[in-house]
Structure formats: C-alpha cells, structure tokens
C-alpha cells in the first residue's frame, strides 16, 4: 500500500553528494549488504546488529536526517509486525535468562525480523537520500537493466508529483461536497478515478507532443551506458569481504 | 500484500529475483521493438495514476474502514500484459525505494505476486475470455470481479509459499493460509467492484481508452513462458518439501568406502578457517543457534535449547560496541566532510 511519504523531506536534508564509489557500485554494494543481511539465521540477535552499524554510519556520515526515515519505520507494514507477532506467540521455549526473566526463542526471531526489517530499511533509505533519482537511473543503465525500464521508472517518479496533487484536489473537492459521509462509496470513488485516468491520459498526449517537440525518441537517454570501472569492481570485491568479515566474527 | 525481506531467505528471494527480472528483460526486448513514443509516456504517466489513484479513499460500506484501488487488473486492460508489468513493476521499485513497501531483495518476489500474475496469469486467462471486447455491462462486472479476486488470491497464495520456503517464520503453512485467504478474497472483490466502475464509466465516456490491446492477441509466447515459470516454480518448491532423507550417490559411495557418512576434514587452521567462514556465510543457514551444533547437541533433541546463552549475550554486545563506534565514525567524518562555511 502506498501512503503519504514527504519524498522531497528526505532528498531536502541530505544533499546529494558524489559517492565514494560510483553509483553502479553503490547499487550493488547495497544489494550485496541486503543479501548478507538477510542470509543472517533466524537467533542471530548479534550477527544483526552488527550488520545495523552500516546503516547508521552511512547515515551519520553523510548528515541524512533520520526523522523522516524512522517516521516511516514506525508506520513499519502491518505485514511485517503480524509475522513477528506470529514467532512471538507461537515459539513460546525459555532459551536463556537475564537477571530471572525468561526470553524464548519467539522474542529472539520476532526481534531479529524486526532488526532486518530496521535495517535493510534504513540502507536502502539512506541511499536514496544521498543518490537523486536521475543519478540512479543512470546506474541501472550501467547495470545493463533495459532502458525501456529505466525510461518508466524515471517518468512514474517526475510524474507521481503532479498527479498526486491532482489527484488530492479531486479528493478534497468531494470530501467538501460530501455530508454524512455520502457519495464516498465505491461506486462515486470509481467515477473520480475514471475522470482522474482522462485527465491523465490527456495529460500524457500533451507531455508527448511537448517531448516530441525537443527530440525525444522513445528513450528518456539512449547514450551508451557507462560500464562499471576497475576501482569500482574492487570496491565491490572488497564490501563483499568486509561483510563476509563481519558475517564470520559476529 | 508486500512481501519483506526480513521475511525471505536468500535462495527464494533470489529465485524470484532472476524470474522477474527475466520477464522484465523479454517484456523491454517486445515493447523497445515497437518504438512508439507516445506509448512510452502513456505507460509513465499511467503509473504515475497508479500512485494517485491510491490516494483516493473510499469507504467500505458497512464496515467504516477505508480503502483505495490497487489498479494492476485496469492498467493490464488499459495496456495490455507487456507495457502492464513493466508499468507496475516500475511502481513496485518506487514503492520500495520510497515508500519502505518490501525491500530490494524481496522486489522479486513483489514484482511476481502483483504485477506478474494480474498482468500475465489474471488477464489474460480470467478477464480476457470473460469479458470478450467489453460491450456487455454484465460481462464487464464479472470478468473484473473474478479477474481481480482470484488474481489477489494467486498472489497471496505465491506470498504463503514464498514465506513457508524461507523458514524465516513460524507460522505454520495452514495458519497462514487461513488468515490470508479470506482477508484477500474480500479486498478482491471490492478491487473487482472498483474496477469495474472505472471501466464502465471509462466505456461511456472515452470507449477508446478500452479497445482491445492487440498486443495481447499475439502474446502466445508470453503466456506459454508464464505457465513455463509457473510451473517450475511450483514443482520445484512443492518438490523440495519430498526430498529424500536417504543419501545420495556420493554419500552412499563415501559410505561404503570409509563406512562413515562423511569424510572427517583436515585439521589445518586454514581447514578450520574456512569451514567456520563456510558454516557462518551458508546461503540456507540452519536456522538453529549456532552453537547448538558444536556442542554436540542436535537440533532435533527436545532437551536441546537452540540458544547458549554465555557466547549470545557476549555476542550481543560486542554487536552494540561495534554500533557505537560506527555512529560515532560517522558523525567524525561528517565534521570532517562538512565544508567551511557551512554548519
């Protein structure tokens, strides 16, 4: 489900910056970071957060603000707190005691979910406050992902913003006009966004004609994609080890 | 209906990392063959309507809760299979660089549950024969109904499997199933109903906006390649519950030969270097404590508790040390990057 999320809150603190690496690289090194994280077993409280003092360097370092990031994670998917929920109830065996108190093994991989949850989040987060939109898009180009896609992703974000705001004035419009609650039923909602995919549609013929008119072809960027340089590959190769590193101390 | 990826074990998530990503990669190859620009913007700017039309709430008669549409059945109708996918499975990346829905690595597996089954399995199977070229009111209504309901319910059906396969979570198969199913049918219909109402509002007054998409009249391939992976998907996983607990060719060889199951490993530190690196960066780990295994208990002895709790708490805070001074490495090297001038 998508919700209101300040996008522009979290680019506006952070400013983007150039990346000691190069973006293509960053991209992989955050999926490699993903991949350890989540190959951490299902008890492993410490091998988690170890793994969580990535994040919050990357986000310390660089001056991201947190507020908006954790705001979110606060409102983290129902789906996410049912499963935990789900290990804390049924897992219900004493494995270890603190100072009397009883922690079963359902504590242990509800907090480990929530911990990989925290922190998968807050990487992915971080990056995307540091790294403007276009400049991802470019990575993926040197990532080799199909331009098409790249052109689709690049013009779904610049054109969420509009339509957003389009689509709240409709809203507001019939919560104005609504008394009691009437005329917010399904079927007064599929009319407005009947009359909401017109206008969008007849806003994508006059985009197009406007784009055409500057030369566009299809493709947002059809230069040839820059590879991953050497200095990136070996500061993959080197994440890759630090994380394994960290993997096989904690 | 997010999938996590707290919830999903490397192996799942990758598979179905490679699969839509494979779908993504042959669906660009069909679409960049037809370079027609104003599709192109027509597919952005329609997944932009995604993220807008989300926003618009309505209330669930007789039940005071909210809810707004998902639109993957109308933008598969409006766009066909192909320019459908990748338009939702751009939303999806969005969503989850964004908006924290899912995560990087289970966007495979979000990709497939809700923009490859309604685009590639629920259009074209359900909605398409039902509603034929879309003049009847009353085929409309049911193809968008049973195409939306069972789309939903094929997704969360792939997010039940999805989390039973990765072990992450102890809920078991059945439980799951039960809390799952019922809740997706009813969001189904109201999808189904909701769709529908913008469909006929949209066949009275822009009847264009719904020719049928003749791209999916030669999507043979595509569908053939969908059933390919769904298949595949589902015998590998439903086949992986019956693996044989007796040994393999290899084993059997070993065993007969040394009369031990195994062969003991050399005792070199390099040896036991890397068989600790291999224990602690197995791809499917256990998911028992550790140290369960090294004290010669088994996972399986009832008496066995899968926590020591001595090397856990040690562990533990050695993890918090290391927090602490990443935190604290950090805010050193924003001081220091931090330019004069400037606070």
């Not at chain 1, 990357?58 to 499963?83: D, E």
């Not at chain 1, 019939?174 to 009359?195: E, M, N, Q």
């Not at chain 2, 604290?328 to 990057?337: E, F, H, I, N």
Request: overall charge positive; proline content about 5%.
């Amino acid at each position: 489900m998508t919700d209101h999320f300040d996008i522009e809150a979290l680019h506006s603190h952070a400013e983007p910056r150039p990346l000691p690496v190069g973006d293509g690289a960053a991209i992989v090194i955050l999926a490699l970071f993903i991949l350890f994280v989540i190959a951490i077993p299902k008890f492993d409280i410490a091998g988690a957060l170890a793994f969580a003092a990535f994040p919050l360097l990357l986000a310390t370092a660089s001056g991201i603000a947190l507020m908006p990031i954790l705001k979110r994670l606060v409102i983290v998917s129902p789906f996410i707190l049912f499963m935990a929920a789900g290990n804390l109830a049924l897992d219900r065996s004493t494995v270890l005691r603190i100072a009397g108190l009883g922690v079963t093994g359902g504590m242990i991989s509800a907090s480990v979910i929530m911990l990989k949850t925290v922190v998968t989040l807050v990487s992915l987060l971080s990056l995307m406050a540091v790294m403007p939109f276009h400049r991802f898009g470019k990575a993926l180009r040197s990532l080799r992902v199909p331009e098409v896609f790249v052109t689709q992703l690049l013009l779904v974000y610049r054109y969420s913003f509009l339509l957003a705001e389009e689509a709240s004035m409709m809203q507001k419009a019939r919560d104005l006009r609504s008394f009691g609650g009437r005329g917010k039923g399904p079927f007064v909602t599929a009319r407005l966004i009947g009359s909401l995919l017109i206008r969008t549609t007849a806003r994508a013929e006059r985009i197009y004609m406007a784009m055409s008119a500057r030369g566009f072809h299809a493709a947002l960027d059809s230069r040839p994609r820059v590879a991953l340089n050497p200095g990136d590959l070996a500061a993959i190769a080197c994440s890759a080890m630090l994380f394994a590193l960290v993997r096989y101390f904690f | 209906m997010h999938m996590s990826d707290a919830l999903l074990s490397p192996v799942v998530g990758g598979t179905f990392w490679t699969v839509s990503a494979g779908m993504i990669g042959l669906s660009a190859k069909k679409i960049s063959a037809d370079s027609d620009g104003s599709k192109t913007v027509l597919m952005g700017v329609m997944g932009a309507f995604v993220f807008a039309a989300q926003m618009i709430n309505f209330t669930i008669p007789g039940t005071g809760s909210s809810g707004h549409i998902g639109g993957a059945l109308l933008l598969s109708v409006l766009l066909g299979p192909r320019r459908a996918f990748i338009t939702l499975a751009s939303v999806l990346v969005i969503q989850a660089l964004f908006f924290t829905d899912g995560g990087l690595l289970a966007l495979g597996c979000n990709i497939f549950n809700m923009a490859f089954i309604p685009a590639f399995i629920a259009w074209p199977f359900i909605y398409r024969p039902i509603a034929g070229d879309g003049s009847s009111p009353a085929r409309l209504a049911t193809a968008s109904i049973a195409a939306a309901t069972l789309g939903l319910l094929a997704g969360a059906f792939s997010v039940v499997i999805q989390t039973t396969l990765s072990g992450i979570s102890d809920l078991p198969f059945s439980i799951f199933m039960l809390f799952m199913l019922p809740i997706h049918f009813t969001i189904g219909i109201v999808e189904g109903v909701l769709t529908w109402g913008v469909l006929s509002f949209i066949s009275k007054t822009e009847p264009a906006l719904i020719a049928p998409v003749h791209e999916g009249r030669s999507s043979k391939s595509g569908v053939v390649t969908a059933i390919l992976f769904v298949g595949a998907l589902g015998i590998g996983g439903v086949l992986s519950w019956f693996a044989s607990s007796n040994p393999d060719g290899l084993e059997w060889s070993i065993g007969k030969v040394t009369g031990k199951k195994e062969l003991g490993s050399p005792s070199e530190a390099s040896h036991k270097f890397l068989a600790g690196m291999q224990e602690k960066l197995a791809i499917l780990p256990d998911y028992d404590f550790r140290n369960a295994g090294r004290t010669g208990q088994t996972a399986t002895s009832a008496t066995a508790s899968p926590v020591n709790a001595g090397t856990s708490l040690s562990g533990i805070a050695g993890s918090v040390m290391v927090l602490l001074l990443a935190g604290t490495a950090g805010l050193l090297l924003r001081k220091r990057s931090t330019p004069s001038g400037k606070s």
